[in-house]
């Protein structure tokens, strides 16, 4: 069925089958009920507090509770992509999935249990006037490439494409064009006809006479789309994000796909069985090789369409792993092999109608995947198993558990920790003794202190990050210059040896090499640093309360926040001059003439190729990540201010009764043993 006839369909309730869905995500239920026991430990909390410490309680536990791991899918065209995601989704028709239209936007399924804050149910934003320009006025990163390498001709026609699909999108959106750019649609509902309407590329808008379905109407100019969708059967919320394939003609996607996987921690690379990593793919294998092995899980789809999956499978996966291995691609990334189709057949129950290639290929498969044909369970759940989205899903919940959940665990532990320390002290005095607290400096003098206390920090916060970005600058730099003597060497090597006939080819990987060691080292410091800042935060603000405070606990410490997660260099990955092994690079060659001529340009190519990559990861990145980890200390500070003062204003009035006081201590000592089982 295309995605055209099905257009008017709403298509967007549960299939018969959706609790399959439930099928792989079991660590995720055993997270949300560790998850669940904080929160009830943290609304007793706010129970049992005042207003000022219920506040802070209810925002972290809020804060738990709309955790949001996100998972960014990416791949060739026509991987599947798009049909993996419906079924990991467990709504086969949610996103068009078609031999014709293609995704040409980043579409994010926040997937929640607990509902949404406001009505939004469909967002669709619009590409940057500068994006746009950059697109048209230099042709987009292939432009960009072509201009650099003087392919003239090629340039002009890339421009004329581009003028082509400029011009046919003005005739689509009339004079409304300009005016959307940068702009952002919200819809309180979403059904196929909305979504085709912002995400779907054809190539038959201009035959199509029924402009009412108004397919891909704004596909071209959207940037990204978001949709929410209430999933109270999910222990967790998750995001799932589909990209564009990567092989585009204009590469202005390949930013696009090296944004979204910044956005995600987690990736899936989906790989077709049939050209599982061919040469097409080392884009691909660029990209992913910057990331974390545990975060990388590689999913081989449309097995359904191999003749003898239970052989063709290992050899994939061997060759898989040996193109990984010569690329410098992630090692040990996991490799699930599966089927979308047999999945989302799964979901629908539409077994019977399944194309005979396919179902013979299940039967063939079923027999090497003798673990997943459990005796007892339904046909349905095993061709679930079989598809591999199970097994997708287990190394993804996984995944998601061990890194952002246990991170969000413990951010919300230690903080909980910090507001049971500070009540204990506003409900009782500190001794458990009954005796109120009494603030030994005065609330002036309090709040001069903290004052000074914020700005030594966020100073020092500041330091620390110029003296970081400083080392990291003349690493890269020093890294971009020696490959560039490197390569030069080699070029005059080559000319010396074979002459100017013979085209020279220079891979970049040691560049790449070369960047993401500079990167590894800045990692690691980052880290260091801005923990060590909290650190010290945590210890002065420590102090201050001990000396605050009579009756303050003797040993009473603050938890300090965890400093941010530093992201993967995935923009190390970005296709540039050199890997372009094609005609473009014979033509360069071909247009130089004489030595001096090929070492200058050369180095002044790469200079300029390279030099967004570096610019990107020493300011781009060096700034988001302090902007992060100042905004965390400013968040920390900000509740550490409200709990010191809350306690200051309380000093000197009258103490709560006996027994109330006594009743609250022992539910505090209750609570304290509660969240004791969170400590690290
Ligand atoms: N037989 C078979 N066909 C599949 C499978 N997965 C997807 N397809 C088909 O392949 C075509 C492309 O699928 P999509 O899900 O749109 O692929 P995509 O990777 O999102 O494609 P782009 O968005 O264009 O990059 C559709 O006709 C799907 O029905 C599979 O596992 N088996
Ligand atoms: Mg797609």
């Not at 607990?114 to 006037?129: I, L, Q, W, Y």
């Not at 959307?180 to 059904?191: I, M, P, R, T, W």
């Not at 260091?528 to 009756?551: M, S």
Request: charged share 25%; glycine share 6%; proline share 4%.
């Amino acid at each position: 069925m295309s995605a055209l006839e099905k257009a008017n369909e709403p298509g967007l309730t549960p299939p018969p089958n959706a609790y399959l869905t439930r099928i792989g995500i079991e660590a995720l239920s055993d997270f949300a009920e560790r998850r669940d026991r904080l929160t009830d430990a943290l609304e007793k909390l706010a129970d049992i507090g005042d207003e000022v410490t219920s506040k802070v309680a209810e925002r972290l536990s809020s804060h738990l509770d709309s955790l949001e791991p996100s998972v960014t899918m990416i791949g060739q065209v026509k991987a599947g992509k798009t049909s993996l995601v419906n079924a990991m989704t467990g709504m086969p028709d949610i996103l068009p999935a078609d031999v014709n239209p293609w995704t040409s936007v980043v579409t994010s399924l926040h997937l929640s249990a607990a509902g949404f804050p406001d009505a939004t149910r469909a967002r669709f934003k619009f590409f940057g006037e500068d994006d746009w320009q950059r697109l048209f006025n230099r042709g987009g990163r292939i432009g960009e490439l072509a201009a650099r390498a003087g392919a003239e001709d090629e340039l002009e026609k890339v421009r004329a494409q581009l003028t082509e699909m400029r011009e046919k999108s003005r005739r689509r959106l009339g004079r409304r064009f300009e005016m959307l750019l940068s702009q952002q649609h919200d819809y309180g509902y979403f059904d196929r006809q909305l979504i085709e309407r912002y995400v779907i590329l054809g190539d038959d808008f201009e035959t199509e006479t029924d402009t009412s379905r108004n397919q891909g109407r704004f596909a071209d100019i959207t940037q990204s789309a978001d949709l929410f969708i209430e999933r109270p059967d999910l222990p967790t919320g998750l995001c799932i994000r589909d990209t564009p394939g990567v092989n585009d003609t204009f590469m202005i996607r390949e930013q696009i796909t090296i944004r979204a996987i910044r956005d995600s921690r987690l990736c899936v690379v989906v790989l077709s069985a049939h050209q599982a990593l061919s040469d097409v793919d080392l884009a691909l294998v660029r990209l992913i090789s910057n990331v974390k092995s545990r975060e990388v899980v590689i999913f081989v789809n449309r097995i359904d369409e191999l003749a003898d999956p239970g052989k063709q499978v290992p050899e994939i996966e061997a060759s898989i792993r040996a193109t990984l291995a010569t690329h410098q691609g992630p090692e040990n990334a996991q490799i699930v092999f599966g089927s979308a189709y047999w999945a989302n057949r799964a979901l629908t129950g539409e077994l019977k109608g399944m194309a005979r290639a396919s179902a013979d290929a299940l039967v063939n498969w079923a027999q090497h995947a003798a673990k997943a044909a459990k005796r007892g369970s339904s046909t349905e759940s095993m061709i679930w198993e079989l598809s591999g989205v199970p097994t997708l899903m287990r190394a993804l919940s996984e995944r998601i558990v061990e890194g952002e959940g246990a991170e969000a665990m413990n951010r919300a532990a230690a903080q909980a920790q910090n507001l049971l320390r500070a009540m204990r002290a506003t409900v009782t005095g500190p001794q458990g003794d009954g005796q109120s607290t009494e603030a030994r400096l005065p609330a002036e003098t309090l709040a001069a202190r903290l004052d000074q206390i914020e700005s030594a920090a966020r100073a020092d916060l500041r330091d620390r990050f110029s003296r970081i970005e400083t080392e990291f600058d003349r690493r890269l730099e020093r890294a971009h210059a020696s490959f560039l003597d490197r390569a030069t060497a080699s070029l005059i090597g080559h000319l010396e040896t074979w002459g100017e006939n013979e085209v020279w080819q220079y891979d970049p990987s040691a560049l790449r090499m070369l960047l993401r060691t500079a990167y590894q080292v800045f990692s690691a410091n980052t880290h260091r640093q801005v923990q060590a800042a909290y650190d010290e935060l945590a210890e002065t603000l420590g102090t201050l309360w001990r000396e605050g405070f009579d009756h303050v606990e003797y040993g009473f410490r603050v938890e300090p926040p965890t400093a941010p997660r530093v992201p993967p260099p995935v923009q190390i990955g970005q296709t540039i001059a050199l890997d372009l092994k094609g005609s473009w690079w014979r033509r360069w060659w071909k247009r130089r003439r004489g030595y001096d001529a090929y070492a200058e340009d050369f180095a002044g190519m790469i200079a300029a190729e390279t030099k967004p990559m570096v610019d990107d990861l020493s300011a781009g990145l060096v700034q988001s990540i302090g902007t992060e980890a100042d905004s965390v200390m400013q968040d920390f500070l900000a509740t550490q201010r409200s709990l010191i003062m809350n306690l200051a204003d309380r000093s000197g009035g009258e103490p709560e009764a006996d027994d109330a006081a006594t009743r609250k201590a022992a539910q505090l000592d209750r609570l304290q043993d509660a969240l004791a089982a969170f400590a690290e």
